[in-house]
């Protein structure tokens, strides 16, 4: 098959119904169904909506499994299962106080795969929370941060927050006591930043304690504000992978360079990437060659590209059916927790946030302040000046560097703490928040 | 700045051009800045529903002296000493879970505060004692607790005999 049988040739009778059908298919696609040369192939992703996310080619390393784990990837995915179930639960969920945990019990006895979706939905809900942090380890740990790419790191952290923030909000609606505590507890943290907590906490709950009020603002945070955020920060992610040159990949010796108008001089190796052209150009630049500007982050020699269709497209096909697989398994076998009705008078003792607050949890036994908003701001800061902090090049797209062994320890201590204090908080923990072992 | 236009007739004024940039850009901004107070103001609510803050807490002749009786609902315990009453919170000042009374005052279950029989920290997280509440008696003879007029420790409401 020939680009021709998509662009039809002079000679055939365009107008007969005989063609209609193979018209309507080029007027919704521009290639066809099963590219078969390689600008069809190309094609096929550069004039799709959803796949032209990806160039026609990408690097062979981009897919090799050790250089992301797909994680990236997966927790889009993730996302993805997430509004799916998310808005078909919408359709049988009220939220008010008096029917919201009854509209959970409906689901599981009489709605029709209602305890199966929620579950789904659950699970799903912690796999993103554990894949988006893997995810911000991984990148960490491979300098994928470092110029150019801190901005896109930035907008990383940001959507870390938004997860997390979603999945708050996500808990308070069955409206048991696992929900009421919880959010009872997380709102109060939030009372303890300097000046505004107090305001903060009023203006998210609407009211002095978790009630009416707060149970229709976290729905409407939770259904709508915060993904539609989410959303369009994750557009922007993908984009600036893009912008920024693809994945972070070793850097190359430094070539003999051109720039044009002068004669070819040698190039420091601390010249940033584009500014460097090559003497012989492996493949041709466009526009960008001529223009004073910062261009896209080619590389200087023949990269070695495969082309997106199949390569990519087909192991992303294959990343998603195995977790939706691995997610569907996991809900069918484990049930979505559901406790007793919110009891604003009692609370569960030991009152637990989910998991991924536990850390938050455990310091915050020691000190309100310092472990709910000191400590947790200032590592969110650290977070965020991280790719301007490490200045010196060198270490990108390699995974645990030498030339980065202090930042990457740095970060494993902290993570490793952090998991500690979560261990701690999870299993540790008894009555009265007391220390215990568990066996 | 330099101006490169020469059409005829143009005023050649970067300085303008400059102020109606920061004008446009100021206006802009002024704009962008009210819509974000005014949608604070909206999202922030006038009227809550909560459970009312002024609890009746019923006649003095209620409570046997010695007592301490729980109000879960009202999330607070009322004492009596004689004629003297008193309104204590049950809200643990740390995280606001609901302690428990307890031979030695109040824990909280949550993080493991733990206050004495005043309501004063003696152990665990918590910044601050529980909160005393004023209490008043209306005409009638009905005992009102005050949530939202917090009182230091040890005041209390001394009825005359």
Not at chain 1, 40 to 48: G, I, K, L, T
Not at chain 1, 178 to 206: D, E, K, N
Not at chain 1, 343 to 357: D, I, R, S, V
Not at chain 2, 126 to 143: C, D, K, M, T
Request: aromatic share 12%; net charge positive.
């Amino acid at each position: 098959m020939s680009i021709h049988q998509v662009v039809a040739p002079a000679n055939q009778d365009d107008s007969s119904l005989r063609a209609l059908p193979q018209r309507v298919y080029r007027a919704l696609f521009r290639s066809p169904a099963i590219p078969r040369t390689e600008l069809d192939r190309s094609q096929s992703v550069s004039a799709n909506f959803f796949f032209h996310i990806h160039s026609a080619k990408v690097q062979e390393r981009t897919l090799k499994f050790r250089t992301t784990m797909g994680l990236g990837l997966l927790s889009l995915f993730t996302f993805a299962i997430l509004v799916v179930t998310g808005v078909l639960l919408m359709f049988y969920y009220v939220p008010a106080p008096e029917q919201a945990y009854q509209r959970m019990l409906d689901l599981r006895g009489a709605v029709v795969f209602g305890g199966f979706l929620r579950a789904l939905h659950r699970w799903s809900a912690h796999a993103m929370v554990a894949l988006v942090l893997l995810h911000l380890c991984r990148v960490f740990l491979t300098g994928a941060h470092k110029a150019p790419r801190e901005f896109n790191w930035v907008i990383g952290v940001f959507l870390l927050l938004i997860t997390l923030f979603l999945s708050f909000t996500g808990y308070l609606l069955p409206w048991d006591q696992l929900a009421y505590w919880a959010i009872t507890v997380g709102t109060s943290i939030a009372s303890y930043a300097p000046v505004v907590g107090q305001q903060i906490r009023f203006m998210l709950l609407g009211d002095d304690a978790v009630g009416r009020e707060a149970l229709l603002r976290f729905y409407v945070l939770h259904v709508a504000v915060l993904p539609g955020l989410l959303t369009t920060l994750v557009g922007v992610h993908f984009w600036r992978i893009r912008k920024d040159g693809g994945l972070a990949r070793p850097r190359l010796p430094p070539p003999e360079v051109f720039v044009p108008g002068t004669k070819p001089v040698a190039q420091s190796p601390d010249a940033p990437a584009h500014d460097r052209f090559p003497l012989k150009p492996g493949k041709t630049y466009g526009l960008m060659c001529l223009v004073p500007a910062r261009s896209p982050n080619t590389e200087t020699e023949q990269e070695k590209t495969v082309q997106s269709w199949p390569a990519a497209l087909s192991r992303e096909l294959l990343l998603f059916l195995l977790l939706l697989a691995a997610l569907c398994l996991v809900a069918i076998y484990f049930h979505a927790p559901l406790e007793e009705p919110a009891n604003p008078l009692h609370p569960p003792n030991p009152a637990k946030a989910p998991w991924y607050f536990l850390g938050l949890q455990e310091m915050v036994s020691y000190s309100a302040f310092w472990g709910g908003i000191g400590i947790p701001g200032l590592l969110v800061l650290l977070a965020l000046v991280a790719p301007f902090l490490e200045r010196k090049k060198g270490g990108e797209g390699v995974w645990m560097d030498h030339s980065r062994a202090a930042a990457n320890w740095t970060f494993l201590i902290l993570m490793g703490v952090l998991g500690f204090l979560t261990l701690i908080g999870s299993v540790f923990r008894g009555e009265n928040w007391a220390l215990m072992v568990p066996w | 700045m330099t101006t490169t236009t020469h059409h005829p007739g143009a005023i050649e004024s970067p300085e303008r051009r400059h102020f109606f940039g920061w004008l446009t850009g100021g206006a802009l901004a002024v704009y962008a800045a009210s819509t974000a107070a005014l949608s604070f103001l909206f999202l922030r609510p006038r009227v809550t529903y909560g459970p009312p803050t002024r609890v009746p807490i019923g006649k003095p002749e209620a409570f046997a002296s010695g007592n301490q009786v729980v109000f879960p609902e009202a999330k607070l315990v009322v004492r009596r000493q004689d004629s003297r009453f008193a309104a204590i919170s049950t809200v643990c000042t740390h995280l606001g879970c609901i302690v428990n009374p307890s031979d030695t005052g109040f824990d909280c279950p949550c993080h493991g505060s733990t206050y004495d029989d005043r309501g004063q920290v003696t152990g665990g997280p918590a910044p601050r004692g529980l909160a005393w509440y004023r209490i008043v008696q209306l005409p009638n003879g009905e005992l009102v607790v005050d949530k939202h007029d917090v009182v230091e420790a040890d005041t209390f409401l001394e009825l005359r005999a």
